[in-house]
């Protein structure tokens, strides 16, 4: 673990935000004093399960720590936080149940009401696009239909409606079925997350990957009448406190983890 460490950017939190926003940055910013790539580490709490994803065959490390029973999450709470999220490189999105769904009309004019923030369906359409190409979003396959569920069709059918089958995220998927349960974690990589289609990404374009590391606090410095964050405090079992500085920090901790480090820092 680098300590006294200075990064052009830190991240805390790996998972589904966290690994998007490190390969996107890293592929596409530079700094701007220098021109040189942007220096950029990604914290967790829990452990990284390394190991190049491959859709359909998974990696040896993490087809062995897992096997697609709910309770190999709650090992010791290594893999989960007191709170229940995901303690773990990838984060809560390696043990979702792979579910998909499109934006409605009506999210982005809820978004836009409670927010003031200009977020319409075309200022998010890249966004959503880039998303549903990473994660190979489409439908389910009618082979896949429960008798239930053809009944279901046919009788919404005859009341006039029409309908859509659930989209989901998956590649090269043998439909075990438990990998996609909620709680599992797909052995084989087929349930696609940010963990599977935007780490390696980060990793390519120098991203460190720091696991292991709880982030208790932000550093906050007055600058004139704001604050503004220089880094962070976190504790790791094996070195203690340490602390790392960045000219930006990017909390992307999940509901939970979030608002705690931001009544931490006070």
Same mark, same amino acid.
């Given at each position: 673990?680098?300590?006294?460490?200075?990064?052009? !950017?830190?991240?805390?939190?790996?998972?589904?935000? #966290?690994?998007?926003?490190?390969?996107?940055?890293?592929?596409n910013?530079?700094?701007?004093r220098?021109?040189?790539?942007?220096?950029?580490?990604?914290? *967790?709490?829990?452990?990284?399960?390394?190991?190049?994803?491959?859709?359909?065959?998974?990696?040896?490390?993490?087809?062995?720590?897992?096997? +697609? &029973?709910?309770?190999d999450?709650?090992?010791?709470?290594?893999y =989960?936080?007191?709170?229940? /999220?995901?303690?773990?490189?990838?984060g809560?999105?390696?043990?979702?149940?792979?579910?998909?769904?499109?934006?409605?009309?009506? *999210?982005? $004019?809820?978004w836009?009401?409670?927010?003031?923030? *200009?977020?319409?369906?075309?200022?998010?359409?890249?966004?959503?696009?880039?998303?549903?190409?990473?994660? +190979?979003?489409?439908?389910l396959?009618?082979?896949? $239909?429960t008798?239930?569920?053809? $009944?279901?069709?046919?009788?919404?059918?005859? !009341?006039?409606h029409?309908?859509?089958?659930?989209?989901?995220?998956?590649?090269?998927?043998?439909?075990? @079925?438990?990998?996609?349960?909620? #709680?599992?974690?797909c052995?084989?990589?087929?349930?696609?997350n940010?963990? &599977?289609?935007?780490l390696? @990404?980060?990793? =390519?374009?120098?991203?460190?990957?720091?696991?292991?590391?709880?982030?208790?606090?932000?550093?906050?410095?007055?600058?004139? %009448?704001d604050?503004?964050?220089?880094?962070?405090?976190?504790?790791? /079992? %094996?070195?203690?406190?340490?602390?790392? %500085?960045?000219?930006? &920090?990017?909390?992307?901790?999940?509901? +939970?983890?979030t608002? $705690? @480090?931001?009544?931490?820092?006070?």
């Open positions: 673990m680098p300590q006294n460490q200075h990064y052009d !950017l830190i991240i805390v939190g790996a998972g589904m935000a #966290g690994c998007i926003l490190a390969a996107r940055i890293a592929e910013g530079v700094n701007s220098n021109g040189e790539p942007l220096k950029i580490a990604l914290l *967790d709490w829990g452990p990284y399960l390394k190991g190049t994803p491959s859709p359909g065959y998974g990696h040896p490390v993490r087809r062995q720590a897992f096997t +697609n &029973v709910i309770d999450f709650l090992e010791g709470d290594r =989960k936080t007191k709170w229940g /999220k995901a303690k773990i490189v990838g809560s999105g390696l043990h979702y149940g792979a579910q998909a769904f499109h934006p409605f009309d009506v *999210d982005y $004019l809820h836009q009401n409670e927010t003031g923030v *200009d977020w319409t369906q075309e200022n998010f359409r890249e966004a959503v696009e880039e998303v549903h190409t990473m994660f +190979n979003v489409h439908p396959p009618r082979q896949l $239909l008798v239930g569920q053809f $009944l279901f069709e046919g009788a919404a059918a005859k !009341l006039g029409k309908l859509e089958r659930m989209s989901h995220a998956r590649k090269n998927c043998i439909y075990c @079925i438990l990998g996609c349960q909620n #709680g599992n974690m052995k084989y990589d087929s349930k696609i940010s963990f &599977v289609a935007h390696p @990404i980060a990793e =390519k374009h120098g991203v460190e990957i720091i696991p292991n590391t709880r982030v208790e606090k932000l550093i906050l410095e007055k600058k004139g %009448t604050f503004v964050a220089t880094g962070v405090w976190a504790e790791q /079992k %094996t070195t203690g406190q340490v602390k790392l %500085t960045a000219d930006k &920090v990017l909390l992307c901790a999940c509901e +939970n983890g608002p $705690l @480090i931001l009544y931490n820092s006070g």
